[in-house]
């Protein structure tokens, strides 16, 4: 986090090369920079996008399935987002939800 900090607020970070090339490719890129579907749902979710989902391992459970890859995951997105608009929340607000449940922890 203290690197990451000083990416930041522009101070020189001596080490990390794949992830300051990655940062910096974000930042001058935006969205289009992170490839990964989880990656870039997650950077949208912090952004405010309500209707991002992220699908990591926990919220691979209540489907059944141990991993995800490209055509799952937009399905998987895509029931979640189904399933908040029928108990009227967005999205975001509904994997919270179910994040959270699944974890046992609700701070």
Not at 26 to 37: D, Y
Not at 59 to 81: C, H, I, Q, S, W
Not at 83 to 101: G, K
């Amino acid at each position: 986090m203290a690197l990451a900090w000083q990416f930041a607020t522009g101070q020189t970070v001596r080490c990390l090369t794949i992830s300051k090339r990655n940062a910096e490719r974000a930042t001058s890129m935006g969205f289009a920079a992170l490839n990964g579907q989880k990656t870039n749902a997650f950077a949208r979710n912090i952004a405010g996008d309500l209707d991002a989902v992220t699908i990591d391992a926990w919220m691979l459970r209540p489907f059944g399935l141990k991993e995800a890859n490209k055509t799952n995951y937009r399905t998987l997105a895509d029931a979640v987002r189904t399933v908040a608009r029928e108990v009227n929340m967005t999205p975001a607000d509904l994997q919270a939800l179910i994040w959270v449940r699944l974890r046992g922890k609700s701070q």
